[in-house]
């Protein structure tokens, strides 16, 4: 955790009273993020997260800023939604309009791919060009997103203050790496850390990854298992 700088934290001068618990002292106006109680919560978040996982729910990744470029490859790795341009308010609180919007654009795609969009004249297809463009920078981690998602992973809660508020008002768990300037009250996983860093954040990313991969494997064994008990019964 040291060694990837997760110990840093920002300016003394924008430090959020509540973040006091999380601070171990101050070096050259500079906090020092206590890492013994960011271990602390970041273990039970990850216990949550696997169980979570284990029983299918589905895990959002929030990360827009270049910093958390590693939500990106996360996701692709575990075929996971995420948005890593913008938000779009309302993604979470009116779904329903933004999963019609999903369901568009993936229709779309797979009509360009299929050459069904040949039948429209070229002004025609070059708006439909435009609409998929569009989508794939606002929508386009968002994709295998069949609902609404179990749990929310944050990179940096101060950058994604709307996400925060929308799980809030839908009461969706969050898990948020935040810096010493953030509101720990916020989400219910408050993971302390570097969220400046890159490698800060790929260390935070690659325990999410864990907790992920062995709660899939674990969720796997189950199914086995029971299909094996299935078929001895009807034997």
Do not use: C
Not at 70 to 93: C, F
Not at 149 to 161: F, G, L, R, S
Not at 226 to 232: G, M, Q, S
Request: glycine share 6%; proline share 3%.
């Amino acid at each position: 955790m040291a060694d990837v700088g997760l110990f840093y934290g920002r300016k003394r001068s924008k430090t959020n009273p509540k973040m006091r618990p999380y601070i171990l002292g101050n070096r050259n106006e500079i906090e020092i993020i206590n890492l013994a109680k960011t271990k602390e919560v970041l273990e039970i978040a990850l216990a949550f997260l696997g169980e979570k996982v284990k029983v299918g729910g589905q895990v959002l990744l929030v990360g827009t800023q270049p910093a958390a470029q590693g939500v990106t490859d996360l996701a692709k790795e575990l075929n996971l939604p995420l948005v890593s341009n913008r938000w779009i308010g309302g993604t979470l609180t009116n779904w329903k309009v933004i999963s019609t919007r999903i369901e568009y654009f993936k229709k779309l795609k797979a009509d360009m791919a299929s050459g069904n969009l040949e039948k429209y004249t070229k002004k025609e297809r070059l708006e439909f060009e435009r609409d998929i463009r569009r989508y794939e920078e606002t929508m386009g981690g968002l994709e295998n997103m069949s609902s609404l998602p179990a749990i929310v992973i944050v990179i940096d809660t101060n950058v994604h203050m709307t996400t925060v508020r929308e799980t809030r008002h839908l009461k969706i768990p969050v898990i948020g790496l935040m810096n010493t300037d953030s509101d720990p009250d916020m989400v219910e996983y408050p993971v302390v850390g570097n969220t400046k860093a890159r490698q800060s954040i790929n260390w935070f990313l690659s325990k999410v990854r864990e907790a992920i991969m062995e709660s899939t494997s674990a969720r796997a064994r189950m199914a086995e298992e029971a299909a094996a008990k299935k078929e001895v019964k009807n034997s």
